[in-house]
């Protein structure tokens, strides 16, 4: 697996034959290839990979902010390709930190058909994440926001997230009804270009934003329900825009990073192992994208993109031999990220 990690971040590939051979010269006995399918034919469930890096990065999070609750974001999302006949859509997990402007994919099914998921497969995606996340959340210690677009709405998919986690921001359809049998589409024909309503029942509320003269458009609108009865109309709105992050991950993932869309694996437990495996990949660049301050700053370069062009150097000074120092790296990493985020903190404090 270590093997893997290095080469996928040193070819910017997901594709195996093109990791072995960028590789092939360091190989003895026996195909490197051939060992990379040997590993992926044992089919086996990856999804400790995820929470693992989860329960690193919440550790990170709570070392930091001290006594102060920490504020996540879970954002859920579907990301589609096809090759061939095959279809590859991932329902995908993201955790996202506000406060450091991070975050990386933590859990994934792959679907293995087109069209949306069912709130089965929605539930079993956040089961494991919200029994780690439990203890944290009712002893305050954590808040947590589930951000999802069009598609994850529903009675019975909003009761189990806000019974579970709290709250979220869901963005509706126009047919979504309101109140008194007004749906969404009614309201916002009534409003101005801009204009921003909020309609309060018992304990949610709908926020709507048109977007466009146009009524006849499906994205001529912005409606969003949510448990948040505090914060103002903008900045639920505000809130809800860092749904974004997930697109840009999963740009970071095809053409910016991994060409995870370049896999020749079919079979959908061979794709989600790739998928965690890369998930180890993405975490690496964005906690090394994130010390490289100066460097994203002044270039205007994402973090991840920046991190990700580091982690490369970084992996350049290492044999294949060394592979194993990746984790003695990950591991000094973290501790430089909490010692410049603690400092960081300090230094706002004091200003």
Not at 131 to 143: P, V
Request: glycine share 8%; hydrophobic share 40%; proline share 1%.
């Amino acid at each position: 697996m270590t093997i893997l990690v290095y080469g996928m971040i040193m070819e910017g590939t997901s594709n195996l034959q093109r990791i072995t051979d960028s590789l092939l010269y360091w190989a003895k006995n026996e195909s490197l290839y051939k060992r990379f399918m040997r590993f992926f034919d044992k089919r086996m469930d990856l999804r400790g990979i995820g929470l693992f890096l989860l329960k690193r990065f919440l550790f990170l999070l709570k070392n930091v902010s001290g006594s102060k609750k920490v504020m996540i974001y879970l954002i859920i999302d579907r990301h589609e390709w096809e090759r061939g006949k095959k279809v590859n859509n991932l329902l995908t997990l993201m955790i996202y930190s506000p406060e450091w402007n991070i975050g990386f994919p933590i859990q994934v099914i792959d679907l293995d058909s087109k069209g949306n998921s069912s709130i089965e497969e929605r539930e079993f995606l956040l089961e494991e994440v919200y029994e780690i996340l439990r203890e944290d959340i009712e002893r305050g210690r954590i808040e947590v926001m589930i951000l999802g677009d069009r598609e994850f709405v529903g009675e019975r998919w909003e009761d189990y997230i806000g019974s579970k986690f709290g709250n979220y921001i869901l963005r509706v359809k126009r047919d979504y009804e309101v109140c008194d049998g007004k749906k969404v589409v009614d309201i916002y024909k009534e409003m101005g270009i801009g204009e921003v309503r909020e309609i309060r029942r018992d304990g949610w509320r709908v926020v709507i934003k048109r977007l466009s003269a146009c009524s006849d458009r499906r994205d001529d609108c912005l409606a969003l329900v949510t448990l948040d009865m505090s914060s103002k109309a903008e900045e639920i709105i505000g809130i809800y825009g860092k749904r974004w992050r997930i697109e840009k991950m999963f740009l970071n993932m095809e053409s910016n990073g991994f060409r995870i869309s370049d896999t020749r694996f079919r079979d959908s437990s061979k794709v989600e192992m790739l998928v965690y495996i890369l998930a180890i990949c993405y975490y690496l660049s964005e906690v090394v994208g994130r010390l490289n301050e100066k460097e994203w700053m002044k270039g205007k370069k994402s973090i991840f993109l920046a991190g990700f062009r580091g982690v490369k150097r970084l992996f350049r000074g290492i044999f294949l031999r060394e592979i194993e120092r990746i984790w003695e790296i990950l591991v000094e990493f973290e501790s430089r990220f909490r010692m410049d985020l603690a400092f960081n903190l300090v230094a706002k404090s004091v200003q």
